[in-house]
């Protein structure tokens, strides 16, 4: 953290996935999401009157059986 670092941030999740079936109890998950900061985390502008907001998105894949 500097001292132009605003400490709080919050903001709003949505994603999706989908169970794809292989038989035999054994199943593939795949889902995307995507994290949108709503507060700004520096105090400064950016270029063009912006501001620094968290966002990222993010893919899983996962396996059962």
Do not use: P, Q
Not at 1 to 28: C, P, Q, R, Y
Not at 45 to 65: A, Q
Request: zero cysteines.
């Amino acid at each position: 953290m500097t001292k132009d670092s605003i400490k709080t941030d919050f903001g709003i999740s949505a994603g999706v996935g989908k169970n794809f079936e292989l038989g035999n109890s054994k199943v593939i998950h795949l889902e995307i999401r995507n994290n949108l900061g709503l507060a700004k985390i520096n105090k400064n502008n950016v270029w063009n009157g912006g501001h620094v907001r968290t966002n990222f998105l993010s893919f899983m894949v996962g396996y059962s059986f």
